[in-house]
């Protein structure tokens, strides 16, 4: 059994930030709910590496994504997704991002991890590129939009889920 890479806190990460901004790397950052791990989430991490010479992951926490997702999600637990994010060979450090999802909050994120750019997928670009751009923008971060190969969001994987099998798996009534 292979040893498990660590899960970082901020304030760990902060300092390697500052390690590496020293000897000049570039660092990047993406993150998300990344609840029922997909070959898009895989692509985006993949492209997202290929990028910079760090890549930081920020995994939103099981309140943050209740927040803004709903009581019945996420479907995989934080600590499982960490995991599976974590081991990832192309991701470099992962985090639970558990911080407002507001500007001041991400600005604050960007601005301590020295972040030199931002990565996100095209399907989230239209929902959040002004918002996230003002932000990046204002602590000198780029922002980069990326093509994700077979993007289905997992939202419309739980609904086909449902569609296909609920039938199947209804309860059958009991005739005396």
Do not use: W
């Not at 990028?51 to 019945?72: A, E, N, P």
């Not at 911080?99 to 750019?117: A, F, W």
């Not at 971060?141 to 039938?167: C, F, G, H, W």
Request: charged share 30%.
């Amino acid at each position: 059994m292979s040893k498990s890479k660590p899960i970082f806190s901020l304030e760990s990460l902060y300092k390697i930030c500052y390690d590496l901004k020293k000897y000049g790397k570039r660092i990047g950052l993406t993150h998300g709910a990344f609840d029922l791990f997909h070959h898009a989430h895989l692509d985006l991490l993949q492209k997202s590496a290929s990028m910079c010479d760090f890549l930081i992951v920020g995994v939103d926490s099981d309140i943050s994504i209740q927040h803004y997702k709903g009581c019945k999600r996420p479907i995989v637990k934080e600590e499982h997704r960490m995991e599976i994010i974590s081991e990832l060979n192309c991701v470099d450090a992962a985090f639970v991002k558990n911080i407002p999802h507001d500007s001041i909050s991400h600005t604050e994120l960007y601005k301590n991890l020295l972040v030199d750019q931002i990565i996100i997928g095209t399907r989230f670009a239209d929902r959040y590129k002004r918002e996230i751009y003002e932000e990046a923008n204002s602590v000198g971060t780029r922002l980069i939009e990326i093509k994700v190969e077979d993007d289905p969001s997992t939202t419309a994987m739980i609904n086909q889920i449902v569609d296909k099998y609920s039938e199947e798996y209804l309860p059958v009534e009991k005739t005396n």
